[in-house]
């Protein structure tokens, strides 16, 4: 669906539409960042399927992966989700002119 002539699909998947939930929780690539970070925090851990078991995760601390831990790397993997979609919605963009040179 385009809303103002701009998508409103997941720019990284293009398979679902872009939302919180969506990017920074059941996308494919993003559910590949919380596998390899529940992998070293908390293995028994299954992978989030929502934004409060996200939520609740960050909320129950442990020896291994105490809560500050867990905000960090939380806080790190959002981070890295919205720079992905920021890249990926640079690089599909039209190359930006600026004083005569192209930016690829
Ligand atoms: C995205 O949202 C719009 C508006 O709610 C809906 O019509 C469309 O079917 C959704 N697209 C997908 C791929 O879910």
């Not at 908390?42 to 989030?48: A, E, G, Q, R, S």
Request: charged share 15%; hydrophobic share 45%.
């Amino acid at each position: 669906m385009l809303i103002l002539n701009i998508t409103t699909l997941c720019c990284l998947c293009v398979v679902a539409n872009e939302t919180r939930e969506y990017v920074l929780i059941s996308c494919v690539y993003c559910r590949e960042v919380w596998k390899f970070i529940l992998l070293r925090l908390d293995p028994v851990c299954n992978l989030f399927s929502s934004w409060l078991q996200l939520l609740s995760w960050l909320r129950r601390g442990s020896a291994a992966a105490p809560k500050t831990m867990r905000t960090v790397v939380a806080q790190a993997a959002i981070f890295s989700s919205m720079a992905s979609t920021q890249q990926t919605q640079q690089r599909s963009s039209q190359p930006r002119v600026n004083k005569g040179h192209k930016f690829v």
